[in-house]
């Protein structure tokens, strides 16, 4: 195959850019994952503890492809015992208004269903409300 490794796609992402941004995003924790890092930085035991119905196996494998796909970076700082922390990149913040609109969707398909009973909260809080207090 010609090309450098580096510049292989990963796993033959689709061409349609609305298929690849789907498969980028695919799978069952990668907006919950996501969700959580656009708070900040976060180590794998606390992702682990706010979302218990993941197994720690599929947990690093959600974020091991999400890492490659450029959206969660991962950082190791060098202490004993090492400590790990993973962050949503600029590429991974930039979901954060399509995770909003789909929770809202989300909100309307259980509306239309009558199903709003069932659902929980989801809340994406801009950044720069967070941040306000340091200016």
């Known amino acids: 195959m010609a090309g450098s490794p580096a510049k292989m796609p990963i796993?033959?992402?689709?061409?349609?850019?609305?298929?690849?941004?789907l498969k980028v995003i695919a799978g069952r924790w990668k907006a919950v994952i996501l969700y959580h890092l656009?708070?900040?930085?976060?180590?794998?035991?606390?992702?682990?503890?706010?979302?218990?119905?993941?197994t720690q196996k599929v947990l690093i494998q959600?974020?091991?492809?999400?890492?490659?796909?450029?959206?969660?970076?991962?950082?190791?700082?060098?202490?004993?015992?090492?400590?790990v922390e993973y962050s949503a990149t600029s590429l991974g913040l930039s979901l954060e208004p399509i995770l909003l609109a789909l929770c809202q969707w989300g909100q309307h398909h259980a509306d239309e269903l009558d199903?709003?009973?069932?659902?929980?909260?989801?809340?994406?809080?801009?950044?720069?409300?967070?941040?306000?207090h340091t200016a």
Do not use: W, Y
């Not at 796993?11 to 941004?21: C, G, I, S, T, Y």
């Not at 656009?38 to 993941?54: N, Q, V, W």
């Not at 492809?65 to 991962?74: A, N, T, Y």
């Open 62 to 83: 959600q974020l091991r492809e999400m890492e490659e796909h450029g959206l969660v970076s991962r950082e190791i700082f060098a202490e004993v015992p090492a400590r």
């Open 11 to 21: 796993k033959r992402l689709p061409m349609l850019p609305a298929e690849r941004a």
């Open 115 to 132: 199903e709003t009973h069932r659902l929980a909260d989801c809340i994406i809080r801009p950044r720069q409300a967070q941040h306000a």
């Open 38 to 54: 656009f708070d900040g930085p976060r180590r794998l035991s606390a992702l682990k503890a706010i979302m218990p119905g993941i």
